[in-house]
Each structure stands twice: as structure tokens, then as C-alpha cells.
């Protein structure tokens, strides 16, 4: 079974960045496309970005421009740069692949 272990948020001033990390184990690392997924207080959880098995990359508008998924299959780790961070950005942000989810890592933005 997948396992998920999301880490690197935290608080972060308007302009700012953050580089979250996904790491994948029990299971074929690559096997399955991921997905980072955000929800903020009061929201549905909706997706942010989503990269698959071959490396085809997918973002939601909200974040296009300003947002970099990536893989590293040693570490088997994927990795979400955000970037230009807004306050509408901050939320939980989970990881999702092979029908699991991770805990999440929270994102917060202060002006």
C-alpha cells in the first residue's frame, strides 16, 4: 500500500516561496501519477498540481505561472515549488496517489 509523508510548509510572507516535499514508500515509486491537492478553511479541497508516471505535468489556473511540481525517483520524492506566494494560497496541501492520501503540511501566508 502507498504511504505519503508530506513536509515543508510553514509560514511565509505575500511574495515568498515554499518548497513542499511528497515522499512516496510502499509502493512502486513512478507507478502511479501524483497529485498535490490544497484546501483552505471553509473549502472543498480542490487540486493544485498533478505530474504523471511519464513526467507530464498538470496545474490548476489558480497557481499556473507560479508553481512547480517535480520528481525525484531516487529519493522518491515529489516536490511542489510555489512561488510569488499570495494569501489565497494558504491552506493544507496534501499529497495523493495510489488511492491514499498523506496528512498534509500546512501553508500559511501573511501580508
Known amino acids: 500500500q502507498v504511504q505519503l509523508a508530506e513536509s515543508g510548509g510553514g509560514l511565509v510572507q505575500a511574495g515568498g516561496s515554499l518548497r513542499l516535499s511528497c515522499t512516496v514508500s510502499g509502493g512502486t515509486f513512478g507507478a502511479y501519477p501524483v497529485w498535490w491537492y490544497r484546501q483552505a478553511p471553509g473549502k472543498q479541497r480542490e487540486m493544485v498540481a498533478?505530474?504523471?508516471?511519464?513526467?507530464?505535468?498538470n496545474y490548476a489556473d489558480s497557481v499556473r505561472g507560479r508553481c512547480t511540481i517535480s520528481r525525484d525517483v531516487a529519493w522518491k520524492t515529489v516536490y511542489l515549488q510555489l512561488d510569488s506566494l499570495k494569501l489565497g494560497d494558504t491552506a493544507v496541501y496534501y499529497c495523493?496517489?495510489?488511492?491514499?492520501w498523506g496528512q498534509g503540511t500546512q501553508v500559511t501566508v501573511s501580508s
Open positions: 498533478s505530474i504523471t508516471r511519464y513526467g507530464d505535468t
Open positions: 495523493h496517489s495510489g488511492g491514499n
